[in-house]
Structures are given as C-alpha cells and as structure tokens.
Nanobody
Framework: QVQLVESGGGLVQAGGSLRLSCAAS????????MGWFRQAPGKEREFVAA????????DYADSVKGRFIISRDNSKNTVYLQLNSLKFEDTAVYYC?????WGTGKYDYLGQGTQVTVSS
C-alpha cells in the first residue's frame, strides 16, 4: 500500500511563491516516477508536472512551464513542487501522485491534496 501525504499549501498573493511537499511511504520510492496534479473548483483534475525516478527527467504542463519546478529527494521519500510567479488561475487543490505511464498523465495512487489559494 502506497501512502502519499502533501503539505505546504496556503494563501499567497499573486506573484508569490510556495513550496509543496509530498511524503511517500514505500521502500521502492526511488524507482517510481512521481507527479503533481491540480483541480480547481468546477474543473477537471489536470496534470501539472512529473519527475522520473532519477530526478533528472521532468515534464511540465505548458501552463506552468518556466514557473514551477518539480524535484525529489529519494533519501527522504519526498517529492517537491516549487511554485513561483503564482497567478490567480493557479488556485486549486494540488495532489501528489505515483505516475504509471510517463507522458500519459496516468497514475495509480493519489494523495489527499493540499489547497493553494492565490489572491489577486
């Protein structure tokens, strides 16, 4: 059983920054691709970013490219999402996930989410 626990969300002004963390259980975390998704009110959940097991290869949605940075620390079983230059439209619940298909947006485990609210 895989458990993912997000933290770091909050209220921030437009242009500000936040860093989200996702702590994962599981001895084989270092072999997993991990990702972040988000869901805004009234909208479908969407892909935000992903990172391969090594931390070297990453993928981003066009809407966040150049502003968000995904990273991981395999020694801590943790994946991060640095959110910079935040916009009002970044407001959403952000979820951490274990990716099952690179480039497909598919995942098999999802955390409970952390709320990010950007005030304009």
């Amino acid at each position: 059983q895989v458990q993912l626990v997000e933290s770091g969300g909050g209220l921030v002004q437009a242009g500000g920054s936040l860093r989200l963390s996702c702590a994962a259980s599981g001895r084989t975390f270092s072999t997993w691709s991990m990702g972040w998704f988000r869901q805004a009110p009234g909208k479908e959940r969407e892909f935000v970013a992903a990172v391969r097991w090594s931390g070297i290869s990453t993928d981003y949605a066009d809407s966040v490219k150049g502003r968000f940075i995904i990273s991981r620390d395999n020694s801590k079983n943790t994946v991060y999402l640095q959110l910079n230059s935040l916009k009002f439209e970044d407001t959403a619940v952000y979820y951490c996930a274990r990716i099952t298909g690179w480039g497909t947006g598919k995942y098999d485990y999802l955390g409970q989410g952390t709320q990010v609210t950007v005030s304009s």
